[in-house]
């Protein structure tokens, strides 16, 4: 049967017409192309900012998907297990496999890698020895800073990683500033290519102080309440010099737990006021000393479940400050609960968890040390 074109409609106008019908679906259909077209942030002129609980990179806004880069993927474990900024003979700094690391990872759809800065490698041995120089550990930081800002790839610095844990009096604060922080932040501040700093990493877990502690908020010893207000005071002082030496910068916490954000109830202050924005860790019962949300006395509902409630509750505070997951990981292997099927399954419905609550991305902890595996195409699909 002829069309209505054909049989109603004057050839010229069709033509017009159908003409006029092609630009409007073709208006209707740009933006979409456009945001799948549009370029990734660059860290090299893009900042990273917070606004309206949202993270924002240039001005637009900026889901983080991320891994926590321990090690290279060459890299002899377990004789060389962490980036030590050729610090330790046993790890020499070879930046060829760090960068054929980040061009897998940017092929794979990561805009973020979280690094921890080992508080003796960089400043904290002039304690024992004076003479000593984190020159060339700064200077191998600022080509990896600079190799991950080529690929589109923010870094997100942990300081004080492998601070002494019984080192959190007042009396301690100008040490762990004068020999690490201060040296640090003063280096690398209002250069491009840092997402923010990351204060401390699981300041909440007190477990080698004592294992009662392990999660600073136990109520039923009494130990962990005077821990828990020390190191709330010792991070505000940290804080407090890090924005000092670079203002513009956001700053954050990651926690084992995220109701340590305004827990303990009665401590003489909330992290959650100190902080541009909140950054938390979930494991679940697998391993049993990573987290255990499942085992836990306040969430125990299980995962997907103690995620979302952890995520809902930040924003239930009301300070309107972005959420990231800056560690998400689930092991394989001999011992663990879930294959490598079980892992996407769960890594794919942890961020899908964490988009529909609102948070603003996720980085992943790699038990598998594969990036086949690990991220495999969870940012990419």
Known sequence: ???????????G????????????????????FAACAARPPNPATDAVTAASGKLLAGGS????????????????????????????????WQQAPINADLDRLQAQ??????????????????AADP????????????TLIVEASKRHIYVLPVLLAKYPQDR????DYATAIDLHVRPVVQHLAGKPGLLAWDLFNEIDLGGPVDQHCWDWDNADFPLCFPLANERLHFIQAIHDEVKRLDPTR???????????????????????????????????????????????????QGFPADLRRAIDELHALGLSKPIVVSELG????????????????????????????????????????????????????
């Open 109 to 126: 759809g990561i805009n973020t890698i979280r690094i921890f800065l080992n508080y003796y490698v960089f400043g904290g041995a002039r």
């Open 330 to 381: 689930f092991p394989t292997g001999a011992g663990a609960q879930r294959d490598t099927a079980a892992l996407l399954r769960d890594l794919r419905t942890g961020l899908a968890t964490t988009r529909d609550a609102q948070a603003n991305g996720i980085v992943l902890w790699p038990f598998q040390t594969d990036y086949a595996v690990l991220p495999g195409d969870l940012f990419t699909r």
């Open 61 to 92: 806004a900026f889901e983080v998907r991320g891994m926590n880069y321990i090690h290279p993927s060459s890299a002899q474990l377990p004789l060389c297990a962490a980036l030590q900024f050729g610090a330790d003979a046993n790890c020499p």
């Open 250 to 300: 956001l700053t954050t916490v990651s926690l084992g737990f995220g109701k340590n954000y305004f827990r303990p109830e009665k401590a003489d202050l909330r992290l959650a006021d100190v902080v541009d924005f909140f950054s938390f860790h979930y494991y679940d019962n697998d391993p049993y000393d990573s987290g255990r949300y499942a085992a836990h006395w306040y969430y125990g």
């Open 13 to 32: 106008y069709a033509r017009r017409w159908r003409r006029l019908w092609q630009l409007v679906v073709l208006a209707l259909l740009l933006p979409g």
């Open 131 to 142: 003479n000593y120089s984190m020159s060339q550990a700064l200077a191998h930081l600022d």
């Open 1 to 11: 049967m002829p069309g209505y074109w054909a049989t109603h409609v004057p050839q």
């Open 168 to 171: 959190f009096r007042p009396a």
